[in-house]
Structures are given as structure tokens and as C-alpha cells.
């Protein structure tokens, strides 16, 4: 069983920073992709960033030059830097692992989610 555990999200001002963090456990052979959607109220669920395990990395336009995505493939752990943060930032963000490799397989796998709230 592969589980996805998030942390560091929270309240934030305009122009503040956080760091998320997310770790994959379980028995893992390998994990093609890593990254963070994020799904604000009343809209659909994108992607912020994403990394293969390849070195490749993919950011939302919105958050280019922002926001920082680091991946640690020996603990299946990314962090998300994210500074110079706005209000439009705000949302739950979503951990997901693609392509997880383990020994019933392959699949992919979601976080709870974190709250993040850039407010004043």
C-alpha cells in the first residue's frame, strides 16, 4: 500500500512563503513522476509542478519564477517552495505520485491535501 503524506501548507501573507512537503511510503521501487496540483473553490484541479524522475520539471505558468519544486528520489519525497505568494495562490494543494512502481505494480496515488491561504 502506498500512501502519500503532506505537510507545511497553512495561513500566509501576501508576499510570504511556505514549503510543502510530500512523502511516498510504502514498498516502492521507483516513482516516474512527483508533483503538485493544487484546486481552489469552485475550480477544476491543475497542475502547479511536477518532476520525473528523468529531472524533468513542469510548472504552471502562474507560478513560474514563484515557486520551486525539489524532489529527494532516495526518501520518494518532494518539496514545493513557494514565495512571493498571492491570494490567488490560495487553494488546497494536492500531492500526486504517477506511475508508482511497486510489487503489485504500477499506479498512481493522491495526497489528502494541505490548505494553503494567502490572505491579509
Known amino acids: 500500500q502506498v500512501q502519500l503524506v503532506e505537510s507545511g501548507g497553512g495561513l500566509v501573507q501576501p508576499g510570504g512563503s511556505l514549503r510543502l512537503s510530500c512523502a511516498a511510503s510504502?514498498?516502492?521501487?521507483?516513482?516516474?513522476?512527483m508533483g503538485w496540483y493544487r484546486q481552489a473553490p469552485g475550480k477544476e484541479r491543475e497542475l502547479v509542478a511536477a518532476?520525473?524522475?528523468?529531472?524533468?520539471?513542469n510548472y504552471a505558468d502562474s507560478v513560474k519564477g514563484r515557486f520551486t519544486l525539489s524532489r529527494d528520489n532516495a526518501k520518494n519525497t518532494v518539496y514545493l517552495e513557494m514565495n512571493s505568494l498571492k491570494p490567488e495562490d490560495t487553494a488546497v494543494y494536492y500531492c500526486?505520485?504517477?506511475?508508482?512502481?511497486?510489487?503489485?505494480?504500477?499506479?498512481?496515488?493522491w495526497g489528502q491535501g494541505t490548505q494553503v491561504t494567502v490572505s491579509s
Open positions: 500526486k505520485a504517477e506511475n508508482v512502481f511497486t510489487s503489485r505494480g504500477m499506479g498512481d496515488y
Open positions: 510504502g514498498i516502492i521501487s521507483g516513482i516516474h513522476r
Open positions: 518532476n520525473t524522475s528523468a529531472g524533468t520539471t
